[in-house]
């Protein structure tokens, strides 16, 4: 059974850095693209950044040169870090999963949309004040 698990969220200024990780459990971690989405009130979910298994990563406009996805297969961990985070990155963040069996499963992947992962952790929380 496949589980996620993300922590590291929290309360910070504007300006300032977190660092998002997402556990995985049940599955061949490096058969899986990985990515992170978010979700503020009332807003829809976003895709953040997406991580293919061949290491290619992809990123939403707004995030590009804040925030870096990276993942430890040997952990079998994903993480988000995020800098000079802005009010505006308040959301619950959420980590997801989809097993990727060639370049292009890949590619849908990193296209960063919700609907193309299968599986989802319970998210956490990223609360920025100005």
């Known amino acids: 059974q496949v589980q996620l698990v993300e922590s590291g969220g929290g309360s910070v200024q504007a300006g300032g850095s977190l660092r998002l990780s997402c556990a995985a459990f049940?599955?061949?971690?490096?058969?899986?693209?990985m990515g992170w989405f978010r979700q503020a009130p009332g807003k829809e979910r976003e895709g953040v950044a997406a991580?293919?298994?061949?290491?290619?990563?992809s990123y939403a406009d707004s995030v590009k040169g804040r925030f870096t996805i990276s993942q430890d297969n040997a952990k079998n961990t994903l993480y988000l870090q995020m800098n000079s985070l802005k009010p505006e990155d308040t959301a619950m963040y959420y980590c997801?999963?989809?097993?990727?069996?060639?370049?292009?499963?890949?590619?849908?992947?990193?296209?960063?949309?919700?609907?193309?992962?299968?599986?989802w952790g319970q998210g956490t929380q990223v609360t920025v004040s100005s």
């Open positions: 997801a999963a989809v097993f990727s069996s060639s370049w292009y499963s890949d590619y849908v992947c990193r296209q960063l949309s919700h609907a193309d992962f299968n599986y």
């Open positions: 991580i293919g298994k061949n290491g290619r990563t």
């Open positions: 049940g599955y061949m971690y490096s058969d899986y693209c």
